[in-house]
C-alpha cells in the first residue's frame, strides 16, 4: 500500500490526476483504514472539484480519528465551496480547537463568517490570521473586503 501512496502522492503533487487515482485507489485497496490515503483521496477529489467524493472521503478519515486536523480544515473548505458557511465555520472551529495558532485556518474561518454576515467575527478571525502570519496577501486582501462590506474603515492592528 505504500508504494501506491507514495507514486499517488506524487501524482496528485504533480496534478497527474489520473495517475494519482489509480495509485491511490489501489493504495485504499490494501489500507482502507489509512488516514493518510483517505485524506489524499479527498485531495483528489477536491482538486478535481468533486465535492461528493472528496467529502466522503475526509469523513472516513473523522471516524478513523475525529480529531484529524487536515480532515476539518478540508471538509470546512467542501462546505466554503458549497456556500454552506455554518458547516464550514463548525468544521474550522473544531480544527481551531486542535490547532489554535494556525493562521490559515483563522482565514478560512473569516471566510466562513462573512458569507454567512457575520462581520464582526469576520473581522477578528482575520485579524487573528494577520497577526499569526502577516506575509499572505489573501489575507491582507480579505481584511479589505471585509472592511468594504461592513462600509467603513476598521481599526488597523
Not at 16 to 28: F, G, R, S, T, Y
Not at 36 to 44: F, S, V
Not at 66 to 95: C, I, Q, T
Amino acid at each position: 500500500a505504500l508504494k501506491f501512496y507514495n507514486s499517488g502522492s506524487q501524482a496528485l503533487d504533480l496534478h497527474q490526476w489520473p495517475i494519482a487515482q489509480k495509485q491511490l485507489e489501489l493504495a485504499h485497496a490494501y489500507a482502507p483504514d489509512s488516514t493518510e490515503i483517505n485524506l489524499a483521496l479527498g485531495n483528489l477529489w477536491l482538486q478535481q472539484r468533486n465535492l461528493p467524493r472528496a467529502e466522503a472521503h475526509y469523513l472516513a478519515v473523522l471516524q478513523i480519528d475525529p480529531r484529524h486536523k487536515a480532515a476539518l480544515n478540508n471538509l470546512g473548505v467542501v462546505a466554503l465551496e458549497k456556500r454552506d458557511w455554518d458547516a464550514a465555520a463548525a468544521y474550522f472551529m473544531s480544527a481551531l480547537q486542535i490547532a489554535p495558532d494556525e493562521a490559515t485556518t483563522h482565514f478560512l474561518l473569516a471566510k466562513a463568517k462573512l458569507g454567512s454576515g457575520d462581520y464582526r467575527s469576520a473581522t477578528l478571525e482575520v485579524e487573528r490570521a494577520i497577526s499569526l502570519n502577516p506575509a499572505p496577501r489573501e489575507f491582507l486582501a480579505l481584511r479589505e473586503v471585509i472592511r468594504k462590506a461592513v462600509g467603513a474603515p476598521l481599526n488597523e492592528q
